[in-house]
């Protein structure tokens, strides 16, 4: 099928990427209609079509780009907390990646409907290979301790991440019994789990 006429590949490209990430964010793979990201992206089905095939591949191209937005949001971290004493480090990281997930709710809820809700083994397949290659990254963060792995307890804290990103006001003001802060509630709650689970065993 030939391009739509007068069509700006990339923005239109762009445009059906975000509403197919909320819509899949929300109905996930089999809740999802291709006409209902069309409709959102103010483009024709026929558009949709041409730019991503079908409806898998249209997830596939939004698995892909949420996992090209965290590797960059990755590299910018370890920019971030480079020059911090190592001790401060985890903290530091902990509250990059919790402010990333809360600033783009569609995507976090996206990835955390894929790892853990999906039904399509192609498509969790699909997501745990993307989730290796940062797990391996964010692994490497940690100093390692040769008596306690540390990929587990990243990818706990990812999906605790994740999902508390998704809290509402009321949610995160159950951590902490400050009163309109529950931002920083979610951050100091976030640092505090890391600093247990990623500390290093002292027990011989």
């Known amino acids: 099928m030939a391009r739509p006429p007068d069509a700006d590949p990339d923005k239109t490209k762009r445009a059906i990427l975000d509403a197919a990430l909320h819509a899949f964010s929300m109905r996930g793979l089999s809740g999802t209609r291709i006409r209902e990201v069309a409709q959102a992206a103010g483009v024709t089905d026929a558009s949709v079509h041409h730019y991503f095939g079908n409806k898998e591949a249209l997830h596939a191209a939004c698995v892909d780009a949420c996992f090209q937005a965290m590797f960059a949001i990755g ?12 001790g401060d ?13 809360r600033a783009q709710p569609d995507r976090s809820r996206f990835l955390l409907r894929a790892f853990l809700f999906e039904e399509s083994e192609s498509v969790r397949k699909r997501a745990y290979d993307a989730q290796r290659e940062i797990v391996k990254a964010a692994s490497g963060l940690v100093a390692e301790d040769p008596r306690f792995g540390r990929r587990l307890p990243v990818v706990a804290l990812g999906v605790l991440i994740t999902r508390l990103a998704l809290a509402s006001d009321q949610e995160c003001s159950l951590i902490s019994e400050e009163v309109g802060d529950a931002e920083a509630a979610f951050e100091a709650y976030l640092v505090a789990v890391a600093e247990l689970t990623l500390a290093p065993r002292t027990d011989s």
């Open 75 to 86: 590299a910018d971290m370890i920019g971030h907390i480079a020059g911090l004493p190592e």
């Open 89 to 101: 480090r985890v903290a530091a990281a902990v509250r990059f990646a919790a402010r990333a997930a």
